[in-house]
């Protein structure tokens, strides 16, 4: 399992990464706001409050993808606009969570940040999840990239999610923390790099 020291070096690599990356990309943050709030009519920013590290709450951002409106789980690439679909398909919305990483909010890898109702009321040992800031990627991640494709082809994607695929992020969370290393953290930033 995962130990303060652990948690501590993987404190200091996040800061250490993002103070190198956030100033390269910056200019390019700027530019894709801009052009969401072109391109969707509102802010190109978009936050939502989110389950942490230990079940505190905070805020994560994000580039602006989906137009004004009703969206649903499932349907929310139709709710997005052409840039919005691409931003999405390719995590380039995800760029303003280096912010969330800078502050501490978030760590480049870990569990991707639930809305309430899920990690907040994870029971017994699946609340060791809990120990680990929420991550850009991660295991889960990296093998639900493609989750909107799949909650598209069901019926009812709200339950599917809950049912079927929140269980199986649980698992592999799980064993995340559990077999916790510095260098399974690069393995996995580089994974996501590449699957760009």
Same mark, same amino acid.
Request: proline letters at 5%; glycine letters at 8%.
């Given at each position: 399992m995962i130990t303060k020291t652990q948690l501590l070096i993987k404190r200091i690599f996040?800061? %250490? *990464? !993002? *103070?190198? %990356?956030?100033? *390269?990309?910056? $200019?390019?943050?700027?530019?894709?706001?801009? $052009?969401?709030?072109?391109?969707?009519? @509102?802010?190109?920013?978009?936050?939502?409050k989110r389950v942490g590290?230990?079940? #505190?709450?905070?805020?994560?951002? &994000?580039?602006?993808? *989906?137009?004004?409106?009703?969206?649903?789980l499932g349907r929310?690439?139709?709710s997005a606009?052409? $840039?919005? #679909?691409?931003l999405r398909r390719t995590k380039l919305n995800e760029l303003p969570q280096l912010f969330n990483v800078l502050i501490g909010d978030m760590s480049? !890898?870990?569990p991707r940040p639930d809305l309430q109702g899920f990690a907040d009321e994870l029971k017994g040992e699946d609340r060791i999840i809990l120990m680990v800031k929420?991550? $850009?990627?991660?295991?889960?991640?990296? &093998?639900? =990239?493609?989750? @909107? =494709?799949?909650?598209? =082809?069901?019926?009812?994607?709200?339950?599917?999610?809950?049912?079927?695929?929140?269980v199986d992020k649980v698992k592999i969370n799980k064993k995340y923390v559990l077999n916790y290393s510095f260098y399974l953290d690069l393995a996995f930033i580089l994974k996501s790099t590449l699957n760009k």
């Open positions: 996040d800061l %250490v *990464l !993002v *103070l190198l %990356v956030f100033p *390269l990309l910056i $200019i390019p943050i700027l530019v894709l706001i801009i $052009i969401a709030t072109i391109d969707t009519k @509102e802010f190109g920013v978009f936050s939502q590290q230990h079940g #505190k709450i905070f805020k994560i951002y &994000k580039i602006r993808t *989906l137009k004004e409106g009703k969206h649903q929310l690439d139709q606009s052409a $840039i919005g #679909k691409y480049f !890898v870990g929420p991550g $850009i990627t991660g295991p889960a991640t990296l &093998k639900y =990239r493609n989750e @909107e =494709r799949v909650l598209e =082809r069901q019926k009812d994607p709200d339950n599917y999610n809950r049912t079927i695929i929140w």
